[in-house]
């Protein structure tokens, strides 16, 4: 299995509502992050779990909280957002992280649309 | 601060060849990848980098150099699902990656 499976595909939600966005691998990758992408830009991290354990947070209000269950799965909670966050959200995984060689495998993203 | 600069698009004919180039100046180096990214999809992998010089790969071929801050990638054989986005990416001295803005390569028949 060499997939990374996010769900759901679509997401609209209200600012007052609470969501959560799915990610699930099974390549034994020990190193799970989220990025959120703009259309026309890169993708910009927001975090990373490195075995099961957050290791980066780059400054992500929060109104995004992210949780790792366990080694194969990783959600991002969604709580009071702003129009501003919609975004596609994208999930990727590593074998590790603390190498120039980690290749991302990412998921097919959840389009995110906030009201 | 740290930075990466490739083309905004580019316009190719199908069945030519197109070189994207990739300018870097980060915080140390240890890689330099490419990632291809159709319209609404994720981004996959392309290539990856970190000693000097050419690695090919069926049609397409990733070319680095470390002293000159420099990458290019090379499409042969251009077909029309090669429209994307390709972004370059380089892995700085803490092992962080930087992403470049991305060249949107349009192939014309």
């Known amino acids: 299995d060499t997939e990374v499976t996010q769900t759901p595909k679509h997401l609209v939600m209200g600012m007052t509502n609470k969501k959560s966005l799915k990610c699930e691998q099974h390549?034994?990758?020990?190193?799970m992050y989220w990025y959120k992408q703009k259309a026309k830009k890169p993708p910009e991290l927001m975090f990373v779990y490195s075995y099961e354990k957050l290791s980066i947070n780059e400054s992500v209000p929060s109104r995004f909280s992210p949780e790792c269950p366990n080694s194969s799965l990783l959600n991002l909670h969604l709580h009071a957002l702003q129009p501003e966050d919609s975004a596609l959200y994208l999930c990727?995984?590593?074998?590790?992280?603390?190498?120039?060689?980690?290749?991302?495998?990412f998921g097919a993203g959840s389009r995110l649309t906030v009201l | 601060g740290q930075n990466i600069d490739q083309p905004t698009e580019m316009t190719a004919t199908e069945g030519a060849i197109v070189q994207i180039n990739c300018t870097y100046q980060?915080?140390?180096?240890?890689?330099l990848f490419w990632y291809q990214q159709h319209a609404g999809e994720a981004p996959t992998f392309l290539s990856y980098n970190v000693l000097d010089g050419l690695e090919e790969k069926g049609r397409f071929s990733s070319f680095l150099s470390r002293s000159k801050g420099y990458s290019y990638l090379l499409l042969k054989e251009l077909q029309m699902k090669d429209s994307a986005s390709y972004l370059c990416a380089v892995t700085d001295s803490n092992y962080q990656l930087i992403w470049g803005a991305g060249t949107k390569l349009i192939i014309k028949p």
């Open positions: 980060t915080s140390g180096f240890n890689g």
């Open positions: 390549m034994g990758h020990r190193a």
């Open positions: 990727a995984s590593s074998q590790g992280i603390g190498s120039g060689a980690n290749v991302l495998t």
